[in-house]
């Protein structure tokens, strides 16, 4: 009982009687069957490097004595150290595609985007949760910390053998909680920074990466362009060897021109290398032959009026990568134009396609677009790309959400401008896709919406983020887009921006068992939403400080809360909202005593729940059901009412709730004098909480020592 009433779908944090906090770590292993497989397209025409690809196969053999047990107790760490440009990162993923089939437990990679013009790294929440999620955890057994989702990480590498990536590290301290703890894989790192405190502490061995020698500089240009094509022209191929000073990226932008220009000569490639003007800063070499953007620019003057016009707007964008109809409303063009335009700049090595539909800089080319547009593009022309482009992330987003869950009342956004491209959704499966991929950048979005002033794209997409943030588990970022969407709501004076984002907040901390601060965020919400007359709002917190107050164990405050959220609803005409807060007051009147009025309640939400449809709601009023029958003594009643709820939450896959439910039909069975089925719904329901960490498991686990040897454990509950 209790679990499920909300109009909110309940976590594995919210467990009735958990003891107030979300799962921990516990015993919680993978999809035996997930075989993460994250690394990047290898290079077409990957050459030289020889000394550098020796050093890392020595590691592969360092790594595989330590499988055999003839060295330390410790994963094996290579540090490819090394300034921008010089193809750290292809190196990397180059050796990583040769050797994998010796990782048969998989590969993982991450951009850990130490280095970069937005200057915002990766956090170690978001790296971790992104390894979890490529293990297929689900989300209900990740724990709430980032200490314990570590902890539950390095676990599932524990005897494994995983090749892991660790791309553009800023330093030794974003790398180290990253690292397995235990022998059999291999870490492979990238930075420009020499992470000396990895060589000293964790023994890592460094991989300095300089620039190419001449010969291995010619063997790249060489074959990219075509050996006949070099051979007619030797000197001219010199010429650009020189002028490209070994740097591999301008050596593939080069050789690209070439290819892409076949009727050019080299040497008038050359010739435009030699004459071209400009410098990136922070990345000269000494001398103009070693200026990377006289490169970069040759290279952008050869694009048309609307490719570059593209190019130079894509570094206002915010997000990690962007997608052709965010590209699309970044340039206020049609879909299929933008495409061609990303097409272009890809196949002139000016972006590159990351994933399928995604497209990202190298972090010279980003910071060179953004010299770009701040030269040739008006202040007010860059921030209407910016506007349009928010447009799309708030707009798509809405949409989603709508497909993510239907049943939320919708907010109202302002008109999209002109030139913004809307993506649609069908289903929950594409929009959760969706909202999967865009993450990263909906986020970036949403800070850069706030930090430009435009405060109500900023609270608008974090409510359009908190479904998904909140059923997926992302409760860190749950509560880091709500607190900067209070602060833009608060900065414009709008009540209802303020209340939404303190909605979030609470939730956030609700579900990570901080529930003093969850009730002080709710009942600032719920003033807020009361300012500006939002039943269904003012509804919706009071479900959720219902929740909180059981946590707490105010039960005095359950009848109160769960009879406004009744009226409340009920005056808004919500009929499914209305129907999850009869089965919170019946639980309300379960914890005081009152089975009866239990009874009458949850029967009246079941039959709404029937009605509309919602497995979710229905197992809730089934589960509540069950606890009012059991305890009014009708035990056979009460194992009916729970099979329903099992069964129900094992086909929704609600993993923790079905645990619950299970633990409950033991009780019954029990007290009916069952035991043999009492001992089986509890080994079922101590599996369960076993491999989600859940805190009950020893409460399950001393009842069983209780009822006596469990013999075999079983999971079948029929």
Request: one cysteine or more.
């Amino acid at each position: 009982p209790g679990a499920g009433h909300a109009a909110e779908p309940r976590t594995a944090a919210e467990a009735a009687g958990a003891g107030g906090g979300a799962p921990g770590t516990g015993s919680v292993a993978a999809d035996p069957g997930a075989i993460p497989q994250q690394l990047p397209p290898d290079v077409a025409h990957f050459s030289g490097r020889e000394r550098e690809l020796a050093g890392l196969d020595a590691l592969l053999r360092t790594g595989a004595a330590s499988t055999a047990g003839r060295s330390p107790t410790a994963a094996v760490i290579g540090v490819i150290a090394g300034s921008g440009g010089l193809g750290k990162t292809t190196l990397a993923v180059h050796w990583a595609h040769r050797v994998r089939d010796r990782f048969p437990d998989g590969q993982l990679y991450v951009n850990l985007r130490g280095f970069g013009p937005t200057g915002s790294a990766m956090t170690v929440a978001e790296a971790v949760r992104g390894f979890l999620d490529a293990f297929q955890v689900p989300a209900h057994r990740i724990p709430a910390t980032v200490e314990a989702q570590t902890a539950l990480y390095r676990s599932l590498l524990a005897d494994r053998r995983v090749l892991i990536l660790l791309d553009n590290a800023r330093d030794a301290e974003q790398v180290r909680p990253l690292l397995p703890g235990s022998p059999g894989c291999l870490v492979v790192l990238t930075s420009r920074n020499e992470l000396t405190g990895l060589v000293v502490a964790e023994q890592a061995r460094p991989l300095p990466l300089d620039l190419l020698g001449r010969a291995e500089a010619r063997e790249l240009l060489v074959g990219r362009i075509g050996a006949e094509r070099a051979a007619a022209e030797p000197q001219a191929v010199e010429d650009v060897v020189t002028v490209c000073a070994g740097l591999p990226l301008a050596l593939a932008i080069v050789a690209a021109r070439a290819a892409t220009h076949p009727r050019f000569s080299i040497a008038a490639l050359a010739d435009e290398l030699h004459d071209a003007r400009g410098s990136l800063d922070a990345f000269e070499g000494g001398d103009a032959t070693t200026d990377v953007r006289a490169v970069f620019s040759w290279s952008y003057h050869t694009l048309g009026d609307d490719t570059a016009r593209l190019f130079r707007l894509l570094a206002v964008h915010p997000g990690p990568y962007i997608a052709a109809p965010a590209a699309a409303s970044l340039a206020g063009v049609g879909l299929s134009q933008a495409r061609r335009l990303l097409g272009r700049l890809t196949r002139a090595h000016l972006i590159a396609e990351r994933s399928p539909g995604r497209y990202a800089f190298h972090d010279l080319l980003r910071a060179y677009a953004m010299e770009l547009t701040q030269e040739y593009d008006s202040a007010d022309d860059r921030r209407s790309a910016l506007h349009r482009v928010l447009d799309h992330y708030l707009h798509s987003a809405v949409a989603a959400g709508r497909a993510f869950t239907p049943h939320r009342e919708p907010i109202a956004v302002a008109p999209a401008r002109s030139g913004v491209t809307v993506e649609t959704f069908d289903e929950h499966a594409q929009a959760l896709t969706w909202f999967t991929l865009e993450h990263p950048v909906l986020i970036a979005a949403l800070q850069r919406a706030a930090d430009a002033a435009f405060e109500t794209h900023a609270w608008q997409l974090a409510w359009s983020l908190m479904e998904y943030l909140d059923q997926l588990g992302h409760w860190h970022d749950q509560r880091t887009v709500h607190r900067i969407a209070l602060g833009a709501a608060h900065r414009i004076a709008d009540p209802a921006g303020q209340a939404y984002a303190c909605h979030g907040m609470g939730l956030a901390d609700l579900r990570m068992g901080r529930y003093d601060r969850a009730r002080g965020h709710l009942l600032r919400s719920l003033n807020l939403h009361g300012e500006v007359a939002n039943h269904i709002g003012q509804a919706r917190i009071h479900v959720a400080l219902n929740m909180t107050a059981e946590r707490q164990g105010r039960d005095e405050e359950l009848l109160y809360h769960a009879r406004r959220s009744l009226e409340l609803y009920q005056v808004a005409g919500h009929r499914k909202g209305e129907a999850y807060a009869l089965n919170n007051l019946g639980w309300a009147y379960a914890r005081l005593g009152d089975f009866q009025q239990t009874l009458v309640h949850c029967a009246q939400a079941l039959a709404l729940l029937r009605e509309a449809g919602d497995g979710r709601g229905e197992s809730a009023a089934w589960d509540s059901l069950g606890y009012a029958h059991h305890h009014l003594g009708d035990h056979q009643q009460a194992i009916t009412c729970y099979r329903h709820a099992v069964a129900l939450r094992r086909t929704l896959d609600e993993r923790v709730r079905e645990a619950e439910s299970l633990h409950r039909l033991g009780d019954a069975q029990r007290t009916a004098g069952d035991v043999a089925g009492a001992r089986t719904s509890w080994c079922a329901a101590l599996s369960r909480f076993d491999a989600l960490g859940h805190p009950d498991a020893d409460r399950v686990r001393d009842e069983l020592a209780r009822l006596g040897d469990p013999g075999p454990d079983s999971d079948s509950v029929t």
